[in-house]
């Protein structure tokens, strides 16, 4: 199983960006709705890594107090992506956000994409 997250960039305090993160698998048929939970992670510089988002299989989601109303998160079947809409980006949001998948029997990750929100 891969992931492969994309959409970081550098962004303006009160701006938005859309994080998405892909889900594939070499000679498997694998869909995000096969995972128990998919997670959407996060580690600022110094910092240790927060979670941010999840959603379950039965697509409930929960979120981070400091991201709750700013930050959604959605899981898209048909592509199988998994993609976390992040509005009103400030400051403490900049790091590297990873995305991350837990089925039964093990846990995968993927590379992070980076978030900068600056002036």
């Known amino acids: 199983v891969q992931l492969q997250a994309s959409g970081g960039g550098l962004v303006q305090p009160g701006g938005s960006l859309r994080l998405s993160c892909a889900v594939s698998g070499s000679g498997l048929t694998i869909n995000v709705m096969g995972f128990n939970v998919l997670n959407w992670y996060r580690q600022g510089l110094g910092k240790e890594r927060e979670l941010v988002a999840r959603?379950?299989?039965?697509?409930?989601?929960n979120y981070a107090d400091s991201v709750k109303g700013r930050f959604t998160m959605s899981r898209d079947n048909a592509k199988n992506t998994v993609d976390l809409q992040m509005n009103l980006l400030n400051s403490e949001d900049t790091a590297v956000y990873y995305c991350?998948?837990?089925?039964?029997?093990?846990?995968?990750w993927g590379k992070g994409t980076q978030v900068t929100v600056s002036s």
């Open positions: 959603i379950l299989r039965d697509g409930t989601t």
């Open positions: 991350n998948a837990v089925s039964v029997a093990r846990v995968y």
